[in-house]
C-alpha cells in the first residue's frame, strides 16, 4: 500500500475554545507529526482552548442564539452550508486533497457535497447525535429536516469514526448494513507540557498542606456536572482532604456559597480558567480524579487525560464509560445519580493511599496498552483514509488524488 504522507483536508464548524477546540488541536497535531500535510478549514476561536471561558466568536455565536428565534437560528445554521462550500472549494483546489476529514456538526452538509462533486474520500468523526442531543434540550424546531441531515451525512460518508460504541449504535443503524463505522475514542499524550510548575509548585502556589489528599476536578462547571457532590462530601472526609477546581461556569458561584455554607471554604481551591497546556501540572497534584457525570455517548476528554498521568479516578458506572474503565482495576465506579455511591468511593480512596496508586497505575497501563493516545489514533485514522483511496487514476477532471484532485475551473 502507498505509504506515502497524506494530503488532508480537515474541516469543521467549531467556533468553542472548549474541549472540543483541544480535541481538533490534538489531532491535527499528532497527523502532522507523521509526516501528513493537514489544512484545517473552519471558524478562527481566537484565544486559545482551556478549561472554561470560551473565544469572542464562540460568544457572538451565543448572543446571536440567544436573540434570535431558534428556527431563525436553524436556518442560519443551515445557511452556512453555502459559504462553507465555497469556502472548502477554493481550498481543495489550492491545496488538492487526497481526503476530507470533517467534524460532525448538524445541518452542515459542504463537505459531503464537496467529496461527491470531486470524488475525495469523505471521513466523518462523530462526537454526539446532536439531532437527538438538541431535541431533548428542547433547542431544536426544525427536527425532521437535522435528522434528515444527520441521515444523510452519516449515510454519505465514506468512513465514520464515532467516539463511543454506544454513539456506534445509532451510527450503524443509520447506515444500515453499509458498514465503514469505527470507533476511535479520545486520546491524551503520555508525555504532558507541564507549563505551570512542578506538583511541589502548584501545591504552594494553592496553599495545600503537605499532608492533603487532593481531590480534582477539570473542566467546565455546569450544574449537571455533579462537582457539588464532591463539595458536599468534604465535611464526610478526613480533614485532609481538598478539593481542587480547575475550570470556570456558571455552577461557581454556587459552588462557593455551597462551601462556605457547609464550613468547608478552606478545603476548596478554585483556579478558574486555565490553558490546556498548563492544566496536566494541576492534575499532577490530585491523589483522586473526578470524573463527576458524563453524557450517554460521550468519550470525556479529561478522563484520558487523568488515565494518563496515572490518576485513581472515580467516575459514573455506566456503558460509555465502561468501554474504558473497569471497576476496582483501573477506576473506582459509583451508580449515576446516587449520591451515597459517590461519596462511598471518595471515602474509600482518601482512606486508601495503596489502592489509589494501584488504580493510577492501571489506568497509565490501560493508555499504554490500548493505546488510547492521540499518536494512535492519527495512525487509525491515516490508515483509514489510505483504505478509501482507489488507486492512482490516469490524469482526470474530478478525482480526489493530489495530481488531479479538485479541477482548477
Known amino acids: 500500500m502507498d505509504q506515502r504522507p497524506l494530503r488532508i483536508l480537515y474541516h469543521h464548524r467549531t467556533a468553542a475554545s472548549d474541549g472540543m477546540r483541544v480535541h481538533i488541536d490534538a489531532v491535527v497535531e499528532a497527523l502532522r507529526s507523521q509526516g501528513h500535510v493537514v489544512r484545517v478549514v473552519g471558524p478562527h476561536a481566537g484565544g486559545g482552548g482551556g478549561a472554561g471561558g470560551g473565544s469572542r466568536l464562540e460568544r457572538a455565536a451565543d448572543l446571536l442564539r440567544s436573540l434570535l428565534p ?47 462533486r470531486y470524488g475525495v474520500p469523505m471521513l466523518l468523526e462523530v462526537n454526539a447525535p446532536l439531532a437527538a442531543e438538541r431535541s431533548s434540550s428542547g433547542k431544536l424546531q426544525m427536527k425532521s429536516l437535522a435528522r434528515f441531515c444527520e441521515r444523510t451525512l452519516w449515510r454519505g460518508a465514506d468512513a465514520v469514526l464515532p467516539v463511543t460504541e454506544v454513539l456506534a449504535a445509532d451510527v450503524r443503524r443509520a447506515r444500515g448494513g453499509q458498514g465503514g463505522v469505527h470507533v476511535i475514542a479520545n486520546g491524551a499524550n503520555l508525555e504532558p507540557s507541564l507549563n505551570a510548575g512542578s506538583v511541589a509548585d502548584v501545591r504552594q502556589r494553592l496553599g495545600l498542606p503537605p499532608s492533603a489528599v487532593i481531590l480534582g476536578f477539570v473542566g467546565f462547571v455546569r450544574d449537571w456536572h455533579g462537582v457539588g457532590w464532591a463539595v458536599d462530601a468534604l465535611p464526610q472526609l478526613a480533614p485532609e482532604a481538598h478539593l481542587v477546581i480547575v475550570g470556570d461556569g456558571p455552577a461557581l458561584a454556587a459552588l462557593r456559597s455551597r462551601a462556605e455554607g457547609l464550613g468547608v471554604a478552606g478545603r476548596v481551591r478554585f483556579v478558574g480558567r486555565a490553558l490546556h497546556a498548563d492544566v496536566p501540572a494541576y492534575m499532577r497534584t490530585f491523589d483522586v480524579a473526578l470524573q463527576t457525570a458524563s453524557t450517554p455517548y460521550a468519550s470525556p476528554l479529561k478522563l484520558f487525560e487523568y488515565m494518563a498521568l496515572g490518576r485513581a479516578i472515580i467516575a459514573p458506572d455506566q456503558p460509555n464509560i465502561r468501554e474504558v474503565l473497569a471497576h476496582g482495576e483501573n477506576g473506582l465506579l459509583f451508580r449515576p445519580e446516587d449520591e451515597a455511591s459517590f461519596v462511598s468511593a471518595l471515602q474509600r480512596l482518601c482512606a486508601e493511599p495503596q489502592l489509589r496508586g494501584a488504580l493510577g497505575a492501571k489506568a497509565l497501563s490501560t493508555v499504554r ?3 488510547y493516545t492521540w499518536t494512535h489514533n492519527a495512525r ?14 490516469a490524469a482526470s477532471a474530478e478525482v480526489g488524488r493530489p495530481s488531479t484532485a479538485v479541477p482548477n475551473s
Open 70 to 116: 431558534p428556527a431563525a437560528f436553524e436556518l442560519l445554521e443551515l445557511a452556512y452550508n453555502v459559504p462553507a462550500y465555497l469556502t472548502l472549494r477554493a481550498h481543495a483546489r489550492a491545496f488538492r486533497p487526497d481526503v476530507l476529514y470533517e467534524r460532525y456538526n448538524l445541518f452542515l452538509l459542504a463537505g459531503l457535497l464537496l467529496g461527491r
Open 369 to 371: 496498552r490500548t493505546p
Open 380 to 393: 487509525r485514522i491515516a490508515a483509514l483514509a489510505r483504505a478509501n483511496l482507489g488507486p492512482a487514476p
